[in-house]
Antibody, heavy 118, light 107 residues
Framework: EMQLVESGGGLVKPGGSLRLSCSAS????????MNWVRQAPGKGLEWVSS????????YYADSVKGRFTISRDNAKNSLSLQMNSLRGEDTAVYYC???????????WGQGTTVTVSS | DIQMTQSPSTLSASVGDRVTITCRAS??????LAWYQQKPGKVPKLLIF???SLETGVPSRFSGSGSGRQFTLTISGLQPDDSATYYC?????????FGQGTKVETK
């Protein structure tokens, strides 16, 4: 069974840092581009960042550019998101999601909650 | 940046009704559009990719159409289990953009 499991969420003060992780299983991780998508409380989905299968290409939403860094370790089937200079508006459930071969996201983790508050 | 606008924001329909949700792109996006269903407290689920291709395991009452700038998701014969929020999403080479969502309620 294809599975993505996120971890690393929690409560952090404004200006602080947090590192999210996503562990993949049930598929050949190094064949797929991966994403982070977030959802603020009561709000819609917002794409955050993507990384190509071999880490050659990294992409970020304007809202996180310069503060967040996406990375992956194909040997460990893991995806990470380093989040620095956190703001209240970064409070959200963060999902990792696999890119479908046809320009969509077909496998999603259960999400990890990040709360930025003093 | 390409903007995705969904309409309506909410809709209420009866079981068995045909329901249509529209997603409009601010510029031509060919058929690079997906639709997702998200139930409260649950993870988004891919329904449609490439504007009109049904994801494996998705009931055939769901269908997608459109190309260019205007797209529709149709539920033919609404079921109580279809109560959820539906999102369109555009794929660009270096980003993805979601619509703001359409909440579907069953009367």
């Amino acid at each position: 069974e294809m599975q993505l499991v996120e971890s690393g969420g929690g409560l952090v003060k404004p200006g602080g840092s947090l590192r999210l992780s996503c562990s993949a299983s049930g598929f050949t991780f190094n064949n797929y581009r991966m994403n982070w998508v977030r959802q603020a409380p009561g709000k819609g989905l917002e794409w955050v960042s993507s990384i190509s299968s071999k880490s050659s290409y990294l992409y970020y939403a304007d809202s996180v550019k310069g503060r967040f860094t996406i990375s992956r370790d194909n040997a460990k089937n893991s995806l990470s998101l380093q989040m620095n200079s956190l703001r209240g508006e970064d409070t959200a459930v963060y999902y990792c999601a696999r890119d479908h071969p046809h320009y969509a996201m077909d496998v999603w983790g259960q999400g990890t909650t990040v709360t930025v508050s003093s | 940046d390409i903007q995705m606008t969904q309409s309506p924001s909410t809709l209420s329909a009866s079981v068995g009704d045909r329901v249509t949700i529209t997603c409009r792109a601010s510029q031509n996006i060919d058929n690079l559009l997906a639709w997702y269903q998200q139930k409260p407290g649950k993870v988004p689920k891919l329904l449609i990719f490439r504007a009109s291709s049904l994801e494996t395991g998705v009931p055939s009452r769901f269908s997608g159409s459109g190309s260019g700038r205007q797209f529709t998701l149709t539920i033919s014969g609404l079921q109580p289990d279809d109560s959820a929020t539906y999102y369109c999403q555009h794929y660009n080479g270096d980003s993805r953009t979601f619509g703001q969502g359409t909440k579907v309620e069953t009367k």
